[in-house]
């Protein structure tokens, strides 16, 4: 059974470490997406499992057996290319069947095959097309047919919804949670895309510079994230900076640049801690009083209004108000915002500065 | 300053019609969002105004005046390509300069106006950069000061976040926004992403095989949507189908197992064939309240501020509803729940002439 | 300046000019001879249908010119596709060196390629040392000698189109199951075949067009007899004077052979394009075998070997032989003034190519859905397939036949080398223009740089390293040319011409010594080339 197992995996080009060390384990069965921005080492590593690179160092373990030095054609995986890659000079039919003809197997059977991910993939009736002839989403569906077709129980996805619009992307990623599961196979889903990664995945791991940040469910890395980097990076957040005034009871004291006050349950911090509070826009509220801030702007959301104010604490704030309430708000507007303590989570103040911290370039 | 005014422009390509009888205004000063799928016409639109391509029918109206006989380089409006296109054999100084260098400027006014330019797309400590030495995101703050720079007073966007990280993608928007703002520039920005053009435009047009469906504030194109097109391309929908009973005060539907849906009030005449359109992020599920119809709780996907909730109906149809996140827990797979909204996000359609299924087809 | 030539109307009449130019002075000459086998077939019928003797001569040698491009175009490929897939999918230590190596012969002009490899194969009394020194069959030395300078077009075309094919298509094929050799076959091989045709009638057409090297093999092994298409037209153009009788058969023989390379030139295209060969299958276990371990090593050492013995050494023998041989006494002044005056016509012959034909490429590419354009890109093909001897001896005919322009040698001979080297430019350059991102120019016209702004800043700094390569290939090709020069004028003293007359009077050192005169000049001049165009860069 195909659980993934990387041990102390790094890939150098020359001087440049694109991978480093990496270890990790997916469990047979599940879904894992491995997020991070362009040049985080993300495509690298995907492609160390599939053995299209070679690891400078490191083992990688398929189904328990070491497949470091195992060719592609022999790790029975199936692979999603971000650029799609359909032969442009196969039918759609020919193309799925590809794997299958590639073990030599006879003619009913492949075309038996094909048919079955087709239908799948709720396109059978495009069999006889070109590739050329379908469209983005179209295509992408085709070549994850023409994976699932190898029989592989580890599907390997590189960004494979990029290359598609938006509303194609929304949906079309729904599907492939639905037949990986459905199909009971382990899948690895590279991507820069922090909702898809939310949308798809039983856990994320988030890469950043060569290295693995931190691992975990979409909703743990939403909800409690271990480092600032994940909270700023999957959903936005507002960070400010402050230092902690007081301890007491459940709760903490934090004193904002010009000497505003949040509470924050939470409590592994001593007084006098530089600390960076994180709140996502939708736990930050308008109350009787708080930190005084005026509105700059306003958009609409859909199903809420997005406010940008900013704090006598010098911070740029957003919080989000149902699409009732924002009515009565209007730019230049004073008010007074509060946060949930319990929502709120607390980072040392990183050495180099906070916006150092969650680049995303 | 400069207003456009497109006036039923058509244009065909072996066939296609890429534009087919284009009407938009686009005021002074505005960001307008050029909204819809691919191959709807968008770029071909945004070529035509620019002038490097030449439509077949209509007319192109800049500041008022017909622009027919203008060649590309007197329409004063810069085009900043999904690829940025920067000149891969000049600096990024010489890349912005590159509008002022063709016209000759003095030297003085070239200083000034690099200077500007580089404080302003925060790249001043890499102005003898080459483009292939920059990041995603500062190239594209490149060309966006190369469009700037040029002394263009039109700005005209090809998909210019569209090759970003989603991430990065979603902090430049405001970015983006607020420099056009600043210099007080008309924008036309061509988009796929029905979030990107939400957050950024005054006023979004939404375009499909070359004709415009509805051009409105974001929030007219969100809660008004002029046909189910548009209200599923801007945000997922949930529809229904059914016989139009009432129009006033609300119009009520009755679909063919007899649920009674209700929406916007309507002119649809009763008796007639509609479609009710429902947000999936107003599509609310309780298991208390009562709603519309029950249906079972197929799949919940945590997605940060929302929870994306698969129901199945009674029926064997399928929703979809996007909760708060704060409602995890209250819902959980396998219950019972029940499926409302308010009346006034339900938008209401007459049957479309192609069917539903043809008239949702995105691609 | 800038406002006039941007207006609308000198630009259509600009490319107005440039068409016209190809047409006058490319194309029309070029193919003008045909005409004659209308106006004056009585000629044709008297001097050469009704004489069998001189028919006879005729049928061999265009079957023997056919049967050499043919067997030269297979060995191409067989020995080629490998090499080209080595140096595109394989990253090995000494990669570069074998990619400067394989270009090498391209600057070598085919006389003294001609010369060296001759030395090198063929049976002669030379006594060079290490030589083969075996081959006594004149249509096996030409077969050989024209694997060595049809080798690396051969390679060059068909790696430049297995860049182009994306290799995540085979790495595609390998995550479904498939091996490398499987991947290869049933995936890649597919995607080849516009490349493979290319290449084919590149070789194919060389090898077809090929005089000066052909003519002075023949004549280092003493062959009487044997004679391919452009031989004879070599020969017998330079006995017209004497012999008026020859105007006819040379005319058939430039006629039957432009027609018959265009009618294969379209044959090739139909068959290879619309051919499916049954290839779908994949044998799992055997081609695994030949995968991996020993097989491709022991091919990728074959494809070396091949290089080192068809190629590179017989290009270079001639060292081998100057440096052994007893020198003999020779008066440099003649060599020189060739020298000079090949120089004089391969500098005058590129400036106007790139002069003209730059423009023509840009057309060419920038409006590839225009029906003229269209029909240009298959016309700028025809010179580069009829055999120069042809090309030259029709243009020679057309251009003393009109009172259009005086008929000095040395114009007529720039004329004759513009038209077959005109194609290699502006087919350089258009493929160059085309893998440039529109959009660039574009921004720029938005930016406000008027369409002669946007080529001189912005495309033409992205392409210039083309416009180079086909510069040095016009050069070179103009330089090294004898069969068109021969045809054109028949007592012009070009370099490759003088070593064909020197080889012919037996002067063997003095040949040798003048081809490598000729090797290092050309090879200063292209290092100078290149160094002129960076030099103007970085100001």
């Known amino acids: 059974m195909p659980e993934v197992k990387l041990v102390g995996l790094k890939k150098s080009y020359g001087k440049v470490t694109a991978v480093n060390k990496v270890n990790l384990t997916v469990e047979n069965g599940e879904y894992v997406t491995i997020l991070g921005p362009s040049g985080c080492g993300k495509t690298t590593l995907i492609r160390m499992i599939a053995g299209i690179i070679r690891p400078t160092e490191g083992k990688v373990y398929i189904g328990g057996k070491d497949m470091t030095s195992v060719p592609i054609e022999d790790r029975d995986i199936g692979y999603v290319f971000q650029n799609i890659a359909l032969f442009p000079h196969l039918s759609v039919r020919d193309n799925v069947s590809y794997g299958p003809r590639a073990k030599d197997l006879d003619q009913e059977e492949q075309g038996q095959i094909s048919k079955k991910y087709l239908e799948m993939v709720k396109l059978l009736d495009k069999m006889c097309m070109f590739p050329s002839e379908l469209c983005g989403g179209e295509q992408q569906k085709v070549s994850l047919a023409r994976a699932l077709a190898s029989g592989s129980k580890l599907l390997l996805l590189d960004e494979p919804l990029s290359a598609l619009d938006s509303r194609v992307r929304v949906d079309l990623r729904y599907e492939l949670r639905r037949l990986s599961k459905e199909l009971g196979i382990t899948t690895i889903h590279v991507t820069h895309d922090q909702e898809e990664a939310q949308s798809v995945s039983d856990r994320i791991v988030l890469m950043r510079a060569g290295t693995v940040v931190e691992t975990g469910t979409p909703e743990e890395l939403y909800v409690h994230p271990r480092n600032i980097f994940t909270a700023n990076f999957i959903g936005e957040t507002n960070l400010l900076e402050g230092w902690v005034k007081e301890v007491v009871g459940g709760t903490s004291s934090i004193e904002l640049r010009n000497g505003g006050l949040v509470k924050v349950a939470q409590t592994n911090i001593k007084p006098g801690d530089a600390v960076v509070i994180s709140v996502r826009p939708e736990f930050v509220f308008a109350a009787n009083e708080g930190m005084k801030a005026t509105i700059t702007d306003i958009t609409y959301m859909g199903t809420y209004w997005r406010i940008m104010a900013s704090t006598e604490d010098d911070e740029e704030v957003s919080f989000d108000v149902t699409t009732m309430d924002g009515n009565s708000l209007t730019i230049g507007k004073e008010l007074y915002l509060a946060i949930n303590p319990k929502t709120a989570v607390l980072y040392p103040k990183p050495e180099d500065g906070v916006e150092e911290a969650i680049k995303l370039e | ?363 | 300046m800038i406002a006039v030539i941007s207006r609308k109307r000198f630009r259509t009449g600009w490319t107005a000019f440039i068409i016209l130019f190809f047409l006058l002075f490319v194309i029309l000459p070029t193919v003008y001879i045909l005409s004659y086998a209308v106006t004056d077939w009585g000629s044709i019928d008297t001097y050469v249908l009704n004489d069998p003797e001189m028919m006879e001569m005729i049928t061999n040698a265009i079957i023997a010119s056919f049967e050499i491009a043919g067997i030269v175009t297979l060995i191409d490929i067989v020995v080629g596709l490998p090499m080209a897939w080595m140096l595109v999918r394989k990253d090995f230590k000494g990669k570069k060196f074998l990619d400067t190596l394989i270009d090498m012969p391209l600057a070598v002009p085919t006389a003294a390629l001609g010369f060296s490899s001759a030395i090198f194969f063929a049976q002669t009394d030379l006594n060079v040392p290490f030589a083969l020194n075996s081959i006594t069959s004149p249509l096996l030395l030409i077969i050989l000698l024209h694997v060595v300078f049809s080798y690396p077009y051969m390679v060059r075309s068909l790696s430049a189109i297995l860049v182009q094919i994306d290799q995540t298509y085979e790495t595609a094929g390998r995550t479904l199951g498939a091996s490398p050799l499987a991947a290869a076959r049933t995936i890649t091989l597919p995607l080849f075949r516009a490349g493979l045709v290319t290449g084919i009638i590149l070789c194919f057409s060389r090898s077809l067009s090929e005089t000066g090297g052909t003519m002075i093999a023949l004549a280092t092994m003493n062959n009487v007899g044997f004679a391919t298409g452009p031989t004879l037209i070599g020969d017998w153009k330079s006995n017209l004077v004497s012999n008026p009788d020859l105007a006819a058969p040379l005319a058939f023989v430039s006629i039957l052979l432009i027609i018959l390379s265009l009618i294969l030139l379209v044959v090739i295209k139909l068959i290879l394009m619309k051919v499916h060969l049954p290839m779908g299958r994949i044998w799992p276990r055997p081609e695994r075998i030949f995968s991996r371990g020993l097989f491709p090593k022991a091919k990728d050492g074959l494809t070396v070997f091949f290089l080192v013995i068809l190629v590179l050494i017989p290009s270079f023998f001639i060292f081998t032989y100057v440096a052994t041989a007893t020198p003999t006494s020779f008066d440099w002044g003649p060599f020189l003034d060739s020298l000079v005056y090949s120089f004089l016509i391969a500098g005058i012959v590129t400036v106007i190519d790139i002069a003209l034909g730059v423009p023509m490429a840009v057309y060419i590419a920038k409006n590839r859905t225009g029906k003229i354009s269209e029909v240009l890109d298959v016309l700028v093909n025809v010179p580069l397939i009829v055999p120069t001897a042809a090309l030259g001896y029709s243009l020679g005919v057309f251009w003393t036949g009109q009172n259009l322009i005086p008929t000095w040698d040395v114009l007529l001979i720039i004329l004759a080398h513009v038209a077959f080297t005109y194609p290699l430019v502006v087919r350089n350059v258009a493929g160059a223009v085309e893998e440039v991102d529109p959009a660039f120019e574009e921004t720029a016209r938005t930016l406000g740089a008027k369409p002669i702004q946007g080529f001189s800043r912005v495309l033409y700094p992205v392409i210039k390293s083309s416009i180079l390569a086909g510069a040095i290939m016009a050069f070179t090709r103009s330089l090294g040319e004898t069969g068109a020069t021969q045809a054109v004028v028949a007592d012009a003293m070009t370099a490759p011409v003088y070593i064909v007359t020197l080889i012919r009077s037996s002067d063997y050192y003095v040949a040798g010594l003048a081809c490598i005169v000729l090797i290092i000049v050309s090879y200063v001049a292209m290092l100078a080339l290149r160094y002129v165009t960076n030099g103007r860069r970085s100001n």
């Open chain 2, 1 to 363: 300053m400069p207003t456009v005014k497109l006036i039923g422009l058509k244009k065909s390509f072996d066939y296609i019609n890429a534009a087919d009888g284009l009407d938009l205004e686009v005021h002074d000063g505005e960001y307008l969002c050029l909204l819809g799928p691919t191959g709807a016409g968008k770029t071909t639109a945004l070529r035509m105004i620019s002038g490097l391509l030449t439509p077949d029918e209509g007319q192109i109206l800049l500041d008022g005046k017909d622009c027919a006989h203008l060649e590309v380089e007197e329409r004063k409006a810069a085009l900043l390509s999904q690829t940025y296109a920067l000149f891969p054999n000049l600096t990024v100084e010489d890349n912005i300069l590159f509008g002022l260098n063709i016209r000759g400027a003095a030297a003085e006014v070239k200083e000034r106006v690099l200077i500007n330019m580089l404080d302003l797309v925060r790249l001043s400590g890499r102005s003898d950069a080459f483009p292939f030495e920059l990041s995603g995101g500062m190239q594209q703050r490149t060309a966006l000061a190369r469009a700037l720079a040029s002394g263009a007073d039109l700005l005209l966007l090809d998909e210019p976040l569209r090759a970003l990280d989603a991430r990065l993608r979603i902090s430049l928007r405001v970015e983006l926004r607020s420099l056009v703002k600043t210099l007080k520039m008309t924008a036309i920005h061509v988009t796929h992403d029905h979030d990107e053009a939400l957050v950024m435009a005054d006023r979004v047009a939404i375009i499909r095989n070359g004709r415009i469906l509805q051009v409105g504030t974001p929030e007219e194109i969100w809660d008004n949507p002029a046909t189910p097109f548009v209200a599923n391309f801007v945000g997922q929908c949930n529809f229904f189908t059914g016989e139009v009973l009432e129009n006033e005060p609300y119009t009520v539907l009755r679909t063919k197992d007899g649920m009674l849906l209700k929406g916007r009030p309507s002119k649809l005449p009763k008796g007639s064939e509609a479609v009710l359109g429902v947000k999936i992020g107003n599509t609310d599920v309780s298991k208390e309240r009562s709603g519309y119809m029950s249906a079972k709780v197929e799949r919940i996907i945590f997605e940060g501020r929302n929870l994306h909730c698969d129901l199945m109906m009674d029926n064997g149809h399928r929703l979809s509803a996007k909760v708060p996140s704060w409602k995890r827990g209250k819902v959980s797979v396998g219950d019972k729940v029940n499926v409302s909204w308010e009346e006034t996000k339900g938008a209401v359609f007459p049957m479309p002439a192609g069917g539903l299924e043809q008239e949702l087809k995105v691609e």
